[in-house]
C-alpha cells in the first residue's frame, strides 16, 4: 500500500482539503492518505521546507509526498515530480523543490498539466495523483515523462556566519508559541569551536546556555535547546515565548509595507555571540 502525505497552506476551514482526499482515493483506492500540516503559513517557503524536511526524513522509502505551498505563484502548465533520498515529492514549480532536497533532486520530471483543463487545484493533484499510480506499480520516473533539470530553483535561507558570532531568522511558531531559528545544532557546534556564547533577541533578552529539555530551567523562564528536528529552539517552560517577547515569523504583507524590512529584521532576527 502506497503513503501519500499532503502538506499545503491550505487550512482546515472549508471542503478542499476533504475533497483533495477523496480525488486521491478516486485515482489509488489502496493509498493510505495522512496529513502532515495544511496550516503553512501564506507564501512562507522557508517554514514550508523546514516542515516538509524534518516531516519526511521519518517515512519509509517510496512515499509520495504532495506539497500544495503557493501552487499558483505563476500560471501552472505543468508540477514538478522528484525522487530524491528513495522517496517522491510532488509540487509546483516554484522553487520550494530545490529549497527541500537542498539543491537539485536526484531526478526531476515535469508533469504537464491537459491543455484544456481548469488550472487550479483539483487538475494538479489529478496529474500527482496518476503519476503516483504509475510509479507505485513499478514504472520508473523517466518513464512517466522525460527527465530534466530545467526547473525553477531557490535557495534555502542559511544563517549569516561571522568569526565571533552567527545571526539566524526565525522561520516557524509551533503551536505552543516556540519559536524555531534556522540554526542548526551542526551549524551551531562548528561555529561555537568550544567558546563561551550569548544567544541575544528581542533587544535585551539573552541566553547563555543550552537546554536539553523544557525542564530544565523554572516554570516561567526562557531558554534555548536544539529540537527533535536539530533547530534552534526559544521557548519558555510552560509559557508562550513568542506572544511574550513580540516575536514573530516571516509575513508576506511585511514586504510590501513602508517599513516591512525593518519590522522583518527586527522581529526575526536571533544572533549568537561567541566569546
Not at 471542503?15 to 493509498?31: M, N, T
Not at 521557548?235 to 504583507?253: P, T, W
Request: aromatic share 10%; charged share 15%.
Amino acid at each position: 500500500m502506497s503513503i501519500i502525505t499532503l502538506t499545503s497552506d491550505i487550512g482546515m476551514q472549508d471542503y478542499l482539503v476533504g475533497a483533495i482526499k477523496g480525488q486521491l482515493w478516486h485515482y489509488c483506492p489502496e493509498c493510505h492518505v495522512t496529513d502532515i500540516t495544511h496550516h503553512i503559513s501564506p507564501f512562507n517557503l522557508p517554514q514550508a521546507t523546514y516542515i516538509c524536511k524534518s516531516a519526511f526524513a521519518w517515512f519509509p522509502l517510496g512515499t509520495f509526498h504532495f506539497v500544495l505551498i503557493n501552487l499558483f505563484d505563476r500560471r501552472p502548465d505543468h508540477v514538478l515530480v522528484a525522487e530524491h533520498n528513495g522517496q517522491y515529492i510532488g509540487c509546483a514549480d516554484n522553487g520550494l523543490l530545490t529549497m527541500i532536497a537542498g539543491g537539485m533532486p536526484e531526478k526531476v520530471v515535469k508533469i504537464p498539466l491537459p491543455a484544456h483543463a481548469p488550472k487550479n487545484t483539483f487538475t494538479i493533484i489529478q496529474q500527482l495523483a496518476m503519476a503516483a499510480r504509475e510509479l507505485s506499480r513499478g514504472k520508473a520516473l523517466g518513464e512517466i515523462a522525460p527527465l530534466t533539470q530545467s526547473i525553477h530553483i531557490k535557495h534555502n535561507l542559511q544563517p549569516l556566519v561571522g568569526d565571533d558570532f552567527i545571526e539566524g531568522q526565525i522561520i516557524h511558531i509551533d503551536s505552543f508559541e516556540n519559536v524555531v531559528v534556522n540554526i542548526t545544532r551542526d551549524q551551531f557546534n562548528a561555529q561555537r569551536r568550544n567558546r563561551r556564547f550569548q544567544i541575544f533577541f528581542r533587544r535585551n533578552e539573552v541566553i547563555n546556555q543550552i537546554s536539553e529539555t523544557y525542564a530544565d530551567v523554572p516554570e516561567g523562564q526562557k531558554l534555548a535547546l536544539f529540537n527533535a528536528a536539530g533547530y534552534l529552539e526559544i521557548a519558555i517552560n510552560k509559557g508562550n515565548a513568542a506572544g511574550l517577547f513580540g516575536l514573530q515569523g516571516f509575513r508576506r504583507d511585511q514586504l510590501t509595507q513602508p517599513t516591512g524590512f525593518q519590522q522583518l529584521s527586527f522581529y526575526q532576527t536571533v544572533r549568537i555571540i561567541f566569546q
